[in-house]
């Protein structure tokens, strides 16, 4: 098994294509727009068993309007222009989760946050996820809101590396 990270300028069309097949399939991104996201992410993250993708993850460069929407829906108590990257997409295939894929994807993803705070997102009903970023530093948030496209909650995670000015 090999994880590999690339800026998306270094990754082929059919790497960005198979990205983008696996988020999708994930059920929890709004499609409007995501080839663009993906096109300007910091990094993105390929886990391989051989030729087989088997998760994907990704360090994104939110707009200040996806940061400031986030921070505000969730009466976040810090500065949002304090977090310049989100760690997000993070999807493993059906067959392969509970294997601990997720971690290896968040920890490579991490490494090009290169010391700098760094927020994600996650259902409130994913357990998994909350394990798997608190095991790397991330904590909750403000308070939990709902998702615009669907029913569900969202709860904002942030990972202080530097201290926030308040």
């Avoid at 090999?2 to 999708?24: D, G, M, N, R, Y």
């Avoid at 087989?52 to 222009?81: I, M, Y």
Wanted: glycine fraction near 8%.
């Amino acid at each position: 098994m090999s994880t590999v990270a690339k800026a998306p300028s270094k990754c082929s069309e059919e790497e960005k294509k198979i990205f983008f097949q696996l988020v999708k399939s994930g059920g929890e991104v709004v499609l409007d727009g995501l080839e663009d996201r993906i096109r300007t992410a910091e990094m993105l993250v390929f886990h391989y068993d051989g030729n087989k993708l088997l998760g994907v993850a990704a360090l994104k460069t939110p707009s200040s309007s996806r940061r400031n929407g986030v921070f505000q829906k969730s009466q976040a108590n810090l500065p949002e222009d304090t977090f310049p990257f989100e760690l997000g997409w993070v999807v493993v295939t059906l067959q392969y989760r509970g294997k601990g894929l997720s971690r290896c994807l968040v920890e490579t993803a991490l490494q090009a946050a290169d010391g700098q705070n760094v927020f994600a997102v996650s259902r409130v009903d994913n357990a998994f996820m909350h394990k798997t970023l608190e095991r790397y530093g991330f904590t909750r948030e403000g308070r939990s809101y709902l998702s615009r496209r669907s029913t569900h909650d969202l709860q904002l995670f942030v990972r202080l590396v530097t201290q926030p000015c308040i």
